[in-house]
Nanobody, 124 residues
Framework: QVQLVESGGGLVQAGGSLRLSCAAS????????MGWFRQAPGKEREFVAA????????YYDDSVKGRFTISRDNAKRTVYLQMNSLEPEDTAVYYC?????????????????WGRGTQVTVSS
């Protein structure tokens, strides 16, 4: 099991940028596939981005492709989500998640450990 703590959320104007961080505990962080999800008020949690154990493969939902970048630093046990050109529709609580699967996944059910989330609010 790995403990995850997100940070970096906040209030930003449309067109602005934020960088989310997710710090993980545990010595096996580098073996986990990592993902970012988000949940807007009144909506279901949805996939945003995922990254392979060594960062050589990344995946994005179409709604954020070209604007968001997921990355990781295994030495620091941290995964990042750089969010540019933010839109009001990006307003949500953003969650970091870790998966023990041997493949990257967009499915919530295939992630084993979750952080508590960080709020991102984009004003128009």
């Amino acid at each position: 099991q790995v403990q995850l703590v997100e940070s970096g959320g906040g209030l930003v104007q449309a067109g602005g940028s934020l960088r989310l961080s997710c710090a993980a505990s545990g010595r096996t962080f580098s073996s986990y596939r990592m993902g970012w999800f988000r949940q807007a008020p009144g909506k279901e949690r949805e996939f945003v981005a995922a990254i392979s154990w060594n960062g050589d493969r990344t995946y994005y939902d179409d709604s954020v492709k070209g604007r968001f970048t997921i990355s990781r630093d295994n030495a620091k046990r941290t995964v990042y989500l750089q969010m540019n050109s933010l839109e009001p529709e990006d307003t949500a609580v953003y969650y970091c998640a870790a998966s023990r699967r041997t493949y990257e996944s967009v499915r919530i059910s295939e992630y084993d450990d979750w952080g508590r989330g960080t709020q991102v609010t984009v004003s128009s």
